[in-house]
């Protein structure tokens, strides 16, 4: 892992993503989650939004279709793919996502720490609509020694 000691706080990837509106309602009915918002854009309109909107975990399906791929970035940190675990992730959204809109997203490499057995990786995406941020997305995942 002596590389990726050396690229800490340095970009791993970034990528660009349409998001369509295909996507959010099968990534709300992924989640079982039946808000119109999601699937209305007559009822999201109502509500004072533009279109439907993206649901709260969407960003997962952004990283899925246009992001680093897993196995690519276990390649990149080195890990041992049977070992790695997701340890955890959140959101912070900063504005509305709806379909149609243009994503450009950087993946950074916040840290690592070794903690006894494991080695703990902090992964930061950023998601832009022009220059306008609009989510912000951390991860931890886990490689077991």
């Known amino acids: 892992m002596s590389d990726a000691a050396e690229i800490t706080g340095k970009e791993l990837a970034s990528f660009t993503h349409t998001v369509e509106r295909g996507k959010i309602r099968e990534m709300a009915l992924a ?5 119109p918002l ?10 004072g939004y533009r279109d439907i909107i993206a649901p709260p975990t969407f960003g997962i399906c952004i990283d899925l279709w246009s992001g680093l791929d897993f196995i690519s970035l276990c390649r990149r940190l080195q890990l041992n793919l049977v070992k790695v675990l997701h340890g955890e992730q959140e959101y912070c959204y900063h504005g509305e996502i709806y379909p149609g809109d243009e994503l ?3 993946c950074l490499l916040k840290n690592i720490t070794d903690k ?5 990786i902090s992964l930061e995406t950023r998601y832009y609509r ?16």
């Open 31 to 35: 989640i079982g989650d039946d808000n």
């Open 38 to 47: 999601y699937s209305d854009p007559e009822y999201a309109g109502e509500q």
């Open 104 to 106: 450009k997203a950087t």
């Open 116 to 120: 006894g057995k494991m080695r703990v």
């Open 130 to 145: 022009t220059n306008e941020l609009v989510l912000v997305a951390r991860t931890t995942i886990i490689e077991r020694k």
